[in-house]
């Protein structure tokens, strides 16, 4: 999983090299203004009126990374003259996808294949550096557990926060805040600042406040993992629900039992390339052939 806050990389694109990444996003909910922000750049966000048969459409998406940083090749040159270098990482390469309406699409691959990269492209947090994304509906995204989250505010505080930047009015925030609240069973935690919470705490907290905002769209990117039984088959029902209730749902794991579980159309990608579109059970099969792995019970909890 990938930091958004700590991140010097740019996603590359053209005329915008400039641009910091955590200037379009850095939280693990996204509406309104980000997705506005990302608009200009090949990310199109549509009320969800627009279209009822689609839910995402993405085409020739290509994302570059390009990060700074000092090199300092030997002694004698880092006292003359520091060198900066640049260097560029393509994360995902012309991947074209349609995702229609109803579907929870799984995302699957091996470390560093472009999956969390491809979540916030479509969440609108990073930029296309070519290509389309077109997006029909708003997105909520949990995307790296708590980021986002102010360690020194309290648990309802940061609902608060999460709310308002997820796109919800303060009025709907002041009515949904307690609920989310409540549903994240911290007891008396809430009010207690974030930095005292444990990570399946915070996996709690930050689980409420995404899938609490009514989202069109829900991405979920690993984030079930840090939270106890109890709270993975609660958050299993909710995902059910909301699968329901949702235009579409995006879910990155390494679990591929979860995917079978809870996907019906799933992505295998390599590299940034997609190297299968079909059902959780064609891609996974693919997949362990490729990295040669057996379908245990521990390799489809973990690969
Ligand atoms: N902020 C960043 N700056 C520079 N390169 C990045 C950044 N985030 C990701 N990358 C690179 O982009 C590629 C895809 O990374 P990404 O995190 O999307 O993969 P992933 O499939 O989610 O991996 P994992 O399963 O390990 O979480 C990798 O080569 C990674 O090194």
Same mark, same amino acid.
């Given at each position: 999983?990938?930091?958004?806050?700590?991140?010097?990389?740019?996603?590359?694109?053209?005329?915008?090299?400039?641009?910091?990444?955590?200037? #379009?996003?850095g939280i693990f909910s996204v509406a309104?203004?980000?997705?506005?922000?990302?608009?200009?750049?090949?990310? $199109?966000?549509?009320?969800? $009126?627009?279209?009822?048969?689609?839910? #995402?459409? #993405?085409?020739?998406?290509?994302?570059?990374?390009?990060?700074?940083?000092?090199?300092?090749?030997?002694?004698?040159?880092?006292? $003359?003259?520091?060198?900066?270098?640049?260097?560029?990482?393509?994360?995902?390469?012309?991947?074209?996808?349609?995702?229609?309406?109803?579907?929870?699409?799984?995302?699957?691959?091996?470390?560093?294949?472009?999956?969390?990269?491809?979540?916030?492209?479509?969440?609108?947090?990073?930029?296309?550096?070519?290509?389309?994304?077109?997006?029909?509906?708003?997105?909520?995204? !949990?995307?790296? !557990?708590g980021v986002g989250f102010n360690v020194n505010l309290s648990g309802r505080e940061n609902v608060r926060l999460g709310g308002l930047a997820a796109g919800m009015s303060k009025?709907e925030v002041e009515?949904r805040a %307690?609920?989310i609240a %409540?549903?994240?069973?911290?007891?008396?935690?809430i009010?207690?600042p974030l930095?005292?919470?444990?990570?399946? @705490?915070?996996?709690?907290l930050a689980?409420s406040v995404a899938?609490h905002m009514?989202? %069109?769209?829900? @991405?979920?990117?690993?984030? !079930? +993992?840090?939270?106890?039984?109890?709270?993975?088959?609660? /958050?299993?029902?909710?995902? /059910?629900?909301?699968?329901?209730?949702?235009?579409?749902?995006?879910?990155?794991?390494?679990?591929?039992? +979860?995917?079978?579980?809870?996907?019906?159309?799933?992505?295998?990608?390599?590299?940034?390339?997609? @190297?299968?579109?079909?059902?959780?059970?064609?891609?996974?099969?693919?997949? $362990?052939?490729?990295?040669? #792995?057996?379908?245990?019970?521990?390799?489809?909890?973990?690969?």
């Amino acid at each position: 999983m990938i930091s958004l806050s700590a991140s010097d990389a740019v996603p590359q694109r053209p005329g915008a090299a400039g641009e910091d990444a955590s200037s #379009v996003g850095g939280i693990f909910s996204v509406a309104g203004r980000r997705q506005r922000s990302a608009q200009r750049s090949g990310y $199109t966000y549509r009320d969800n $009126t627009g279209r009822s048969d689609l839910a #995402v459409s #993405v085409q020739n998406l290509s994302v570059t990374y390009r990060t700074r940083f000092e090199r300092v090749p030997t002694f004698k040159k880092a006292i $003359t003259r520091r060198q900066r270098a640049i260097m560029e990482i393509q994360a995902l390469r012309e991947v074209t996808f349609d995702v229609p309406t109803g579907t929870a699409m799984g995302i699957i691959g091996s470390n560093g294949a472009g999956k969390s990269t491809l979540l916030r492209t479509l969440a609108g947090i990073l930029p296309p550096t070519d290509g389309r994304v077109e997006v029909w509906g708003r997105a909520s995204t !949990l995307l790296a !557990l708590g980021v986002g989250f102010n360690v020194n505010l309290s648990g309802r505080e940061n609902v608060r926060l999460g709310g308002l930047a997820a796109g919800m009015s303060k009025r709907e925030v002041e009515e949904r805040a %307690d609920e989310i609240a %409540d549903w994240a069973e911290l007891g008396e935690f809430i009010d207690a600042p974030l930095r005292t919470y444990s990570s399946g @705490m915070f996996s709690r907290l930050a689980f409420s406040v995404a899938v609490h905002m009514r989202p %069109d769209i829900l @991405m979920v990117d690993e984030a !079930l +993992s840090a939270g106890d039984a109890k709270f993975r088959a609660k /958050a299993d029902a909710k995902m /059910a629900e909301l699968r329901q209730s949702a235009r579409a749902m995006f879910l990155v794991s390494h679990g591929l039992g +979860s995917i079978k579980d809870v996907c019906n159309d799933c992505i295998w990608l390599h590299k940034g390339r997609v @190297m299968m579109h079909g059902s959780p059970d064609e891609c996974i099969d693919a997949y $362990t052939e490729f990295v040669q #792995v057996g379908k245990t019970p521990s390799t489809m909890e973990e690969i």
